[in-house]
């Protein structure tokens, strides 16, 4: 098999699955008790917090574990407009954040919110000077995703955190870190980041585990109430086991992390090179290369739908992505290559091809070998059909 | 002792003869296939029906009842009481006990009927209903005798055990599997066709189906699609035979040697070549379709005459007469409509013209169809290379 849908989820690695295991069932306490044992279940969660903390530069209290992505999203959004109620009611995010965010933006909309849209430009940058104009006095939250899904698009977090304080220094700036975190130095103090949401599931932890950084001096509502786990702001018996075999996928992916990048970009290279020099009519969605997040690589293939792509290649054991995973059973277009002014006859023939450190050059080469025998044959069909 | 039992009805099997102990058997494994991961249950046959008991525990009605309701040849369900002890007096506290479990929210009109195959029971079944009714008016408040038009029938019959039963739950009723032949359906994974076979199993035709899988135009997901369909219409029929037929070589070379706007029609056709094979192969007399007329462009009448000269067994077609609305409605009274809605593309879609033709001339196609040198070791490819499953 070669995976190259990584971006859509990883393997979880076997050192963090058996710790899940082992703690499951050797030292399941749940760290609420009062005993010894409890404790004990307690300096898992602590452990873990502080192996997140050192990777992003905060402070270890300020790291509060959720169920992923999602969850964490729709806190920072619903637990920002509602903390800043008195503020204002003005949001600014852009049009190619994942649905976790763009949901719970527009669920506000609904509720009397003004929400602006930063525009990006073809490679999926935000424009930062259109950014700064946009906030204003009662701007209380600035969302933008850190690494795009689709495309693999980096924005330039230090720049875009100066911006926003400099203009408004109580506007909250929340980060959908879900593909950056594992691939992306991160340091939320240099890049002025208020909220950062990452999801184990993403960089080799189990699907279920994710956490939010948030600031310790904001006032971010809970989205869930109960038992007053995680100092009363994410209620829900706090799962050690998880937290331990997230900090263990997160400092695997950070021990040696250029090293990854690297070897990640010269798969992604191989596999863009092979198609360039092999298929006509192909090109990049996002950035080069050089500049783009390796993790990632969008091609537009033209006079190809991208579906039937994806199910051939999977006939030969190849697993990649027709726009994001999560919506790739609808059948709209991708949001993401619409706000990139990406055709829509480009953006039927779109393909994400995801990467992890496990993946090889050989592998890419072998899918560049069977995408020169299928593409051509796609091809034929496709333009019969006009 | 008493149990509770679920008194099971079935209507036309009744006349038909001496063929009738076959039908019954084939409607206990039907019964049994739907309820047996829901516990440990007898099935009995019991003089014109079959009653089902819970082995040990006490049977859940809301549970059972949907798992057997949709199986073709049941007419009605009844929740009822069974006992051994057939004395009045037993019959007479249990009677009042029925009735006040489901009748104490208002007042009810009520009559009590019994019917009795014992002939050698001391009282007549006229003096048990009178007795029984009496009992149960005199010991409750909220209910009045009507015997023309009343609220609650109680039932009482008394046979080798005694029943006691009041709700009657009206099923699909139809005919029970294998009483009447057998067809295979051409199931798409849209709405119409799971109708169709539907409609055609209920009057006690065994069904198989045929798909037609064109990875990679058409994905795993669309064929799970057509094996869920294929399952659901199980629970009506007791199983069904699917056949997942390979289908992308053939669509291509039709795409390679046939006017573009008459692909639908000669992939129809060969649609058809394959499914009456595989028909004949099963024993089967007939195909069964979802075609609704007028509904696309293959379905003018003309459409229709042009795929169905290839057929050389009768093609059912019970939805022809049907608008889609009503088509719906049945999608989703048997439970395939939210399967059928999954966005999945279905092979006939895929490789469509813009403006297909919708006023084929026969003649025409079977010329241009004459010269398809390779299309009959197309199809023998496509069926060699079948997959079947069963459900």
């Not at chain 2, 489901?102 to 009520?110: A, E, I, N």
């Not at chain 2, 289908?247 to 056709?269: A, E, S």
Request: charged fraction near 25%.
């Amino acid at each position: 098999m070669i995976y190259f849908d990584n971006a859509a989820t990883t393997k979880t690695l076997e050192s963090s699955a058996d710790m899940l295991k082992d703690i499951l069932v050797n030292q399941y306490a749940n760290p609420a008790s009062a005993s010894k044992k409890g404790l004990e279940a307690e300096k898992l969660i602590r452990s873990g917090s502080k192996v997140i903390a050192d990777i992003i530069n905060c402070n270890q209290d300020e790291i509060y574990f959720t169920s992923g992505g999602s969850e964490g999203d729709n806190w920072a959004i619903f637990g920002t407009a509602e903390g800043y109620i008195r503020s204002g009611k003005h949001i600014i995010t852009t049009k190619t954040e994942h649905p976790a965010v763009l949901e719970p933006i527009k669920v506000l909309e609904s509720r009397g919110y003004e929400i602006s849209y930063v525009p990006v430009d073809n490679m999926g940058y935000v424009d930062i000077s259109a950014l700064e104009n946009l906030i204003r006095k009662d701007t209380i939250l600035v969302s933008i995703i850190f690494a795009n899904n689709e495309t693999g698009t980096v924005q330039d977090m230090e720049k875009i955190g100066k911006v926003i304080k400099q203009k408004n220094p109580e506007t909250i700036f929340h980060t959908d870190a879900v593909q950056a975190f594992g691939k992306c130095n991160i340091n939320v103090k240099k890049m002025n980041i208020d909220i950062l949401t990452a999801s184990g599931h993403k960089f080799h932890a189990p699907k279920g585990s994710g956490f939010n950084y948030i600031r310790n001096s904001i006032k971010v509502k809970p989205l869930i109430y109960g038992g007053g786990q995680q100092k009363g702001q994410r209620a829900g018996t706090e799962n050690p086991a998880m937290v331990a075999a997230l900090a263990n996928s997160a400092e695997e992916s950070y021990k040696n992390i250029l090293e990854h990048s690297e070897k990640v970009r010269e798969v992604k290279k191989a596999l863009w090179e092979g198609i360039l020099s092999n298929i006509p009519d192909v090109s990049i969605n996002g950035d080069s290369i050089e500049n783009a997040n390796p993790y990632v690589l969008n091609v537009a293939f033209k006079d190809i739908r991208s579906e039937v792509l994806l199910h051939a290649l999977e006939e030969k054991d190849i697993y990649v992505s027709a726009g994001s995973a999560c919506d790739s059973r609808k059948k709209a277009l991708s949001h993401v290559l619409s706000a990139m002014n990406v055709s829509p006859e480009l953006i039927e023939g779109s393909i994400r091809f995801s990467f992890s450190r496990f993946n090889t050059v050989s592998e890419a080469e072998k899918c560049v070998a069977e995408l020169c025998k299928v593409v051509p044959m796609l091809r034929r069909v496709q333009r019969m059909r006009r | 002792m008493a149990e509770k039992v679920l008194i099971v009805k079935y209507g036309e099997i009744a006349m038909r003869g001496n063929n009738r102990h076959i039908f019954t058997g084939k409607l206990v494994k039907a019964i049994r296939k739907n309820i047996d991961s829901e516990g440990d249950f007898y099935v009995v046959k019991e003089q014109g029906r079959l009653i089902i008991e819970s082995r040990g525990t006490e049977i859940d009605f809301d549970r059972i009842i949907p798992k057997v309701m949709p199986i073709f040849g049941i007419i009605a369900l009844c929740p009822g009481i069974k006992t051994e002890d057939q004395s009045i007096e037993n019959i007479r506290s249990l009677a009042l006990e029925h009735m006040k479990e489901l009748c104490s929210d208002k007042t009810y009109t009520f009559k009590v009927e019994t019917k009795r195959s014992d002939k050698r029971y001391p009282m007549s079944s006229r003096e048990v209903s009178a007795d029984v009714g009496g009992y149960v008016f005199n010991n409750m408040d909220n209910l009045s005798v009507d015997v023309h038009n009343p609220e609650i029938v109680l039932n009482i019959e008394l046979r080798n055990d005694a029943y006691i039963y009041s709700k009657l739950i009206k099923t699909f009723g139809g005919l029970p599997v294998g009483s009447s032949g057998k067809a295979v359906a051409l199931l798409s994974g849209g709405i119409d066709s799971p109708v169709a076979a539907w409609s055609v199993a209920k009057r006690g035709v065994e069904m198989e189906a045929v798909y037609f899988h064109s990875p990679p135009y058409t994905s795993e997901w669309a064929k799970q699609k057509v094996c869920d369909l294929a399952e659901r219409l199980a629970c009506f029929t007791g199983s069904i035979k699917l056949h997942i037929v390979p289908f992308t070589d053939l669509q291509l070379y039709l795409l390679d040697n046939v006017p573009h706007d008459k692909l639908t029609i000669f992939l129809k056709r060969a649609m058809m070549r394959t499914a009456q094979i595989i028909a004949e192969k099963e024993n089967a007399q007939g195909l069964v379709t979802g075609d609704s007329v007028g509904q696309v462009a293959s379905q003018t009448m003309q459409g229709l005459h042009a795929i169905s000269a290839v057929c050389t067994m009768p093609v059912l077609r019970p939805l022809c007469g049907m608008d889609k609305q009503e088509i719906v409605d049945i999608a989703k009274k048997i439970g395939t409509f939210d399967i059928s809605i999954r966005p999945y593309e279905d092979c006939c879609t895929i490789f469509v013209a813009k403006h297909p033709e919708t006023k084929p001339k026969t003649s025409v196609i079977e010329k241009i169809e004459s010269k398809l040198t390779e299309l009959d070791s197309y199809i023998e490819k496509a069926i060699e290379n079948t997959e079947v499953v069963e459900y």
